[in-house]
Each structure stands twice: as C-alpha cells, then as structure tokens.
C-alpha cells in the first residue's frame, strides 16, 4: 500500500485565534515501508498522523492511499494509540477482534486469523484473560494485534511505547517491529525517541518545531534486514542518532 | 519456620486468629450496641425517666407493630412507600440516563439546556410538590412525580459528566475502527460508564425515599410517610417511631438489593469497569 501526502497543512481555529500545526507537509511512502516521524515536542506529529488517519481534516493539501483520497475514518487504516486502550470490561479475545465486530466482519475465517496471530505472538494462552491480567508488553502487543485483525495495510503508531518503561520498550519495539515486517505492512510510527525511530524504520522523518515542516529525511538502507536491538549495536546507530539530535537541537 | 499440620506457618496462623478475633470483636460491638439503645430506651421508659407518651418505648412499638400486622395494614402501607420509591429510582435513573445519552449525542443541545438544567438543580424540588396535587390530583401519580422531580436532574447532570469524562484516546480508537456514534456509544460510552450508572442508582434508592416520603406527608391514603403524619397529628407516637424503624429496615433493604444488582451486572460485564 503506497501513502502519499500531497502538500497537507493545517491550522487549528480557536477564539483565540488560529494556531497553525502543520506547514505544506508532502512524503511519499511505498509498500511495506517503514517510516518513522520526530520532532521536537509539541510539533504537529499526532496532527500528521490524525489528518493521515482521517480522523482530521487538512486546511489544504491532500492525503492518498492506494490512488484514493482519503475523507474520513474507513476503518482500513489500522491506528495504535500512546497506551495500549485496551478495555478493561472485555476479555483479550473479544478486545483483540474489537475492530472486526464494529466492522461486522467477524466472519469464521478472519477469526480464525485473529487466533492464529494471538498464537503466533506468545497470547494464545490468554485469550480468557483480562487486560489487566496482563503485563504491559504483553498488553502492547495485545494493541497491535486488535489493530491487525482487520487487515489493514497501513499502520499508524502513535508513540505506542511511551507508557512503558525503558527495559519493556527495547524487547517490545523488538516485537512489535518483527510483526509488522512478517505481516509485510506499511508502517508510520510517530515518536519522539530519537533511538527508536532509527532502530526501527526505514527511513526517519525529521519536522521542524511548530508550524511543522519537513526538516530532513535519513535513510537507512544500511540497517536493513537488522532487528532493532542489532540496529542499537550496530557502529553506525551512534553518527546517525547524533545526525538527528543535532538537527532537532537546532529547530528548537 | 515451624509448619503445622496444614503446612502454615506460626506467623500465618497468628495472623488469620487475630484476623478473626478482630472480626467477632467488631459484629459484637455492634450488637451491643443495637441491644443497648433499645435497651436503655425501654428502661428509661420503664422507670419514667422518660415519658413513654410523648418518646415511646420499644415494648409499646412491639405492641402497635403486632396491631398493625393482624388488622392487616402493615405490608399495605409498606408495600405502597416501596412500590412509589421502586418507581421513582427506576424512572428515575432511566430517563436520566437517557437524556444523558441525547446531550452526548449532541454537544449543541447539551450547550443550550446548559443553564436550565442548573437551575431546575439548584431548586428545592419540594417546592413544586403542591403544583404536582393540583396537576395529577392526590395519589400515587403525584408522590411518583415528586420522587422524580428530586432525582431526574441530578441523575442527567452526573451521567452526563460521566459520559464526557470518557477518555478521548479510546474514542479516537473507535473512529479510526470505523466506529460512528451508536457503536461508540454502546461499545464504549455505556460500558465505560457503568460505575457511573450504578452510582446514580445508588444515589437514587436514597433520593426516591425522600420523595416519596415527602410526598406522602403533603397528600397520601396510604404508606410509610401517611403514618407518621398520621400519627403524629392523632399524638399516637408509638405509631410514629415504629414506622420510622420500619422504613430504616425497608430502606436498608432495599439498598442492599441495589448492591446485589451491581454485584450481578459487574459480573455479567466480566470486569468492574
């Protein structure tokens, strides 16, 4: 699934007045990609992801997937949010296949995928359980696996690991970022963690602070095929993170 | 560590004996409690300390309880006070909910019946107790709707807050799954908010009562609240004091099914929300 954003601004209108997030934003992203976003804080990373999710409209410019323009929420981008959401009120089960009951989707077959992929991902055994029966890698995982049970192509992660502590975010981004590629999707992960972006993407997105716009863009065709805790030990990991540090240091 | 016949240790086995012994010490302390107020109630009668006229005393309440239970009055009146109070937090709570559930649905709406809704809250509901006789005539239709009038706001106002305390990340989780309104609404809201809805119907049982009461005393025939502004205008105040310890009981009751209730509906949604 190929992404392209085609010039997208947007500006927030308050009583106040208005406040102007993104700046003329256009990226093109090919099929199985794996793209991350940073910035410094407060720069219209979630707005990007939002607009590309289409849960926010763009003031101008335009988002395409696939060859078609993007109006509204479809249910075919897969979204996961910063915390896992998961519902305390539901079982694992009926969490992860969540998206295919809204959907009315929950046909035997696409069920049965559900299951093979809480198998596949160490969960099979927990699909009685409550969230929070659950660890929070293990939580985390449960997220990605509500999110791929609809099949979507696309992924949109919105800093999923920022709730977790440092030791769980180095061995689930490891998951996570395994799972993503086996199931060959298209990924945009938003974040701020300078080491993540580069351990996990093929290529890091770099804004300037607010109104955002595209500051640089690294490609990492060196890492490839590396998980993300080989890509931390890898010589090269230090000069790139440093690369990055120093072009978000300046746009401060 | 020294190990008894049932593998635990001294140090578990002190626990769980003073654990108990507190326990027993807390159910006995409130017995004697109970047994001494009536007690020291029916001496001080007894020795006239107090003059059993105008205070009563339990031995006369077990007496006009027993009156009151062969002439065949008693479960009339209590099945009449229940049954207005039944009514009330059941409609109570519903309606409220349901109109929660339209100014979700439309933040404009809920902006414009905004400072309405604050001033019907801030009114003392018995104030219009007169207006509901006029209107619905001296019955149980105008007891039911002054129990209405004292929970139906409070119950739209705290379920309402509930619903938009609902936390914006898992609604966002919902639209980008395609989810429109109704499935946000009954996936998420609704569940999300179940301790909310409980909490109203707990704070509903207690509401009811008063009104019902109330309205037994402005207009009645029959009930918990008829009797005691019936006894107190004859001067029978045995009749008053038993059925204020009658309505304590009924009330207590009544409560208590309202916990069992919470207790199945949590179970039926598989986790306390």
Request: glycine share 8%; proline share 4%; with cysteine.
């Given at each position: 699934?190929?992404v392209?954003v085609?010039?997208?601004?947007?500006?927030?209108?308050?009583?106040?007045?208005?406040?102007?997030?993104?700046?003329?934003i256009s990226l093109e992203i090919r099929d199985g990609e794996f793209i991350s976003v940073v910035g410094p804080s407060g720069c219209g990373k979630s707005?990007l992801l939002?607009?590309i999710?289409?849960?926010?409209?763009?003031?101008?410019?335009?988002?395409?997937?696939?060859?078609?323009?993007?109006?509204?929420?479809?249910?075919?981008?897969?979204?996961m949010?910063q915390?896992?959401?998961?519902?305390?009120?539901?079982?694992?089960?009926?969490?992860?296949?969540?998206?295919?009951?809204?959907?009315?989707?929950?046909?035997?077959?696409?069920?049965?995928?559900?299951?093979?992929?809480?198998?596949?991902?160490?969960?099979?055994?927990?699909?009685?359980?409550?969230?929070?029966?659950?660890?929070?890698?293990?939580?985390?995982?449960?997220?990605?696996?509500?999110?791929?049970?609809?099949?979507?192509?696309?992924l949109l992660l919105d800093e999923p690991f920022s709730?977790l502590d440092y030791q769980t975010r180095l061995s689930v981004s490891d998951d996570i970022y395994t799972i993503i590629k086996?199931?060959?999707k298209t990924a945009i992960l938003v974040t701020h963690d300078i080491s993540e972006s580069i351990s996990m993407s093929d290529r890091v997105v770099v804004l300037t602070g607010r109104?955002s716009r595209i500051r640089s863009i690294h490609s990492l065709d060196l890492f490839s095929g590396l998980t993300p805790i080989e890509r931390r030990n890898h010589p090269e990991f230090r000069s790139y993170f440093n690369a990055i540090w120093g072009e978000l240091d300046e746009s401060k | 560590?020294?190990?008894?016949?049932?593998?635990?240790?001294?140090?578990?086995?002190?626990?769980?004996?003073?654990?108990?012994?507190?326990?027993?010490?807390?159910?006995?302390?409130?017995?004697?409690?109970?047994?001494?107020?009536?007690?020291?109630?029916?001496?001080?009668?007894?020795?006239?300390?107090?003059?059993?006229?105008?205070?009563?005393?339990?031995?006369?309440?077990?007496?006009?309880?027993?009156?009151?239970?062969?002439?065949?009055?008693?479960?009339?009146?209590?099945?009449?006070?229940?049954?207005?109070?039944?009514?009330?937090?059941?409609?109570?709570?519903?309606?409220?909910?349901?109109?929660?559930?339209?100014?979700?649905?439309?933040?404009?709406?809920?902006?414009?019946?905004?400072?309405?809704?604050?001033?019907?809250?801030?009114?003392?509901?018995?104030?219009?107790?007169?207006?509901?006789?006029?209107?619905?005539?001296?019955?149980?239709?105008?007891?039911?709707?002054?129990?209405?009038?004292?929970?139906?706001?409070?119950?739209?106002?705290?379920?309402?807050?509930?619903?938009?305390?609902?936390?914006?990340?898992?609604?966002?989780?919902?639209?980008?799954?395609?989810?429109?309104?109704?499935?946000?609404?009954?996936?998420?809201?609704?569940?999300?908010?179940?301790?909310?809805?409980?909490?109203?119907?707990?704070?509903?049982?207690?509401?009811?009562?008063?009104?019902?009461?109330?309205?037994?005393?402005?207009?009645?025939?029959?009930?918990?609240?008829?009797?005691?502004?019936?006894?107190?205008?004859?001067?029978?105040?045995?009749?008053?004091?038993?059925?204020?310890?009658?309505?304590?009981?009924?009330?207590?009751?009544?409560?208590?099914?309202?916990?069992?209730?919470?207790?199945?509906?949590?179970?039926?949604?598989?986790?306390?929300?």
């Amino acid at each position: 699934m190929s992404v392209s954003v085609e010039g997208v601004k947007k500006t927030y209108q308050s009583p106040e007045g208005e406040i102007s997030a993104v700046e003329d934003i256009s990226l093109e992203i090919r099929d199985g990609e794996f793209i991350s976003v940073v910035g410094p804080s407060g720069c219209g990373k979630s707005t990007l992801l939002s607009i590309i999710a289409g849960l926010d409209k763009p003031s101008a410019g335009r988002v395409v997937i696939n060859g078609e323009e993007i109006h509204g929420p479809n249910g075919e981008v897969g979204f996961m949010p910063q915390k896992d959401q998961l519902f305390p009120w539901r079982t694992i089960w009926a969490n992860v296949t969540l998206g295919l009951e809204i959907q009315g989707k929950k046909t035997k077959e696409r069920l049965e995928h559900v299951r093979e992929l809480l198998r596949r991902y160490g969960l099979g055994e927990f699909m009685k359980k409550t969230p929070g029966q659950l660890s929070g890698g293990m939580r985390q995982r449960c997220a990605l696996i509500r999110t791929l049970a609809t099949d979507p192509e696309l992924l949109l992660l919105d800093e999923p690991f920022s709730a977790l502590d440092y030791q769980t975010r180095l061995s689930v981004s490891d998951d996570i970022y395994t799972i993503i590629k086996q199931e060959k999707k298209t990924a945009i992960l938003v974040t701020h963690d300078i080491s993540e972006s580069i351990s996990m993407s093929d290529r890091v997105v770099v804004l300037t602070g607010r109104p955002s716009r595209i500051r640089s863009i690294h490609s990492l065709d060196l890492f490839s095929g590396l998980t993300p805790i080989e890509r931390r030990n890898h010589p090269e990991f230090r000069s790139y993170f440093n690369a990055i540090w120093g072009e978000l240091d300046e746009s401060k | 560590m020294k190990a008894n016949k049932a593998g635990l240790s001294e140090e578990r086995l002190g626990y769980l004996r003073s654990r108990t012994r507190k326990k027993r010490l807390v159910i006995l302390a409130r017995a004697v409690i109970l047994v001494g107020f009536f007690g020291i109630w029916e001496l001080a009668a007894q020795l006239k300390w107090i003059d059993s006229f105008i205070m009563s005393c339990p031995s006369r309440m077990i007496e006009t309880l027993k009156n009151l239970y062969s002439s065949g009055d008693l479960f009339t009146h209590i099945g009449v006070s229940c049954l207005e109070t039944v009514i009330g937090f059941t409609v109570g709570t519903v309606a409220g909910s349901l109109i929660a559930v339209a100014l979700w649905l439309s933040p404009t709406l809920s902006r414009i019946l905004d400072p309405y809704l604050v001033v019907l809250n801030s009114l003392p509901k018995t104030a219009l107790g007169p207006i509901f006789i006029v209107w619905m005539g001296a019955g149980s239709g105008a007891i039911i709707a002054m129990t209405l009038a004292i929970s139906l706001i409070v119950t739209v106002l705290d379920v309402h807050n509930g619903f938009n305390a609902t936390d914006p990340e898992k609604v966002k989780l919902m639209r980008t799954l395609g989810a429109g309104k109704r499935q946000i609404l009954f996936k998420l809201v609704l569940p999300a908010n179940l301790t909310t809805l409980v909490n109203a119907l707990k704070v509903n049982v207690g509401l009811s009562w008063v009104g019902a009461i109330m309205g037994e005393f402005l207009v009645s025939k029959a009930g918990l609240g008829y009797l005691i502004v019936y006894g107190s205008q004859v001067f029978k105040m045995d009749l008053v004091m038993t059925t204020v310890i009658i309505l304590a009981v009924a009330a207590a009751v009544m409560y208590q099914g309202v916990l069992l209730l919470e207790k199945g509906l949590k179970k039926y949604m598989g986790v306390s929300a």
